[in-house]
Nanobody, 120 residues
Framework: QVQLVESGGGLVQPGGSLRLGCVAS????????MGWYRQAPGKQRELVAF???????SYADSVLGRFTISRDNAKNTVYLQMNSLKPEDTAVYYC??????????????WGQGTQVTVSS
């Protein structure tokens, strides 16, 4: 079975930085797009950043200019570099991947989430 595992979350002061990572493991034939989502208490999950298989990137307006998404295809890993963090960035961050486990078996997968807390 395919598994996604996030890492890198933690407590950081406003203005600080964190780098999240998410590695996919298991039976993987091909990974299309990968993205980072977040969910704050009492709010809906929202897309933070997305990167396509071709390297095209998109960001939520709230993080544009502060966050950078990247991927390492050789390691089946997606990263989220978060700079100039604000208290409103506090949330559980989840990675998502659109993957093929075989040439004709495509579906989306979610990681378990990693907590990011921005507070002084």
């Amino acid at each position: 079975q395919v598994q996604l595992v996030e890492s890198g979350g933690g407590l950081v002061q406003p203005g600080g930085s964190l780098r999240l990572g998410c590695v996919a493991s298991g039976t993987i034939f091909y990974i299309n797009g990968m993205g980072w989502y977040r969910q704050a208490p009492g709010k809906q999950r929202e897309l933070v950043a997305f990167i396509s298989s071709g390297g095209s990137r998109s960001y939520a307006d709230s993080v544009l200019g502060r966050f950078t998404i990247s991927r390492d295809n050789a390691k089946n890993t997606v990263y989220l570099q978060m700079n100039s963090l604000k208290p409103e960035d506090t949330a559980v961050y989840y990675c998502n991947a659109d993957m093929y486990s075989s040439p004709d078996s495509r579906r989306g997968y979610w990681g378990q989430g990693t907590q990011v807390t921005v507070s002084s």
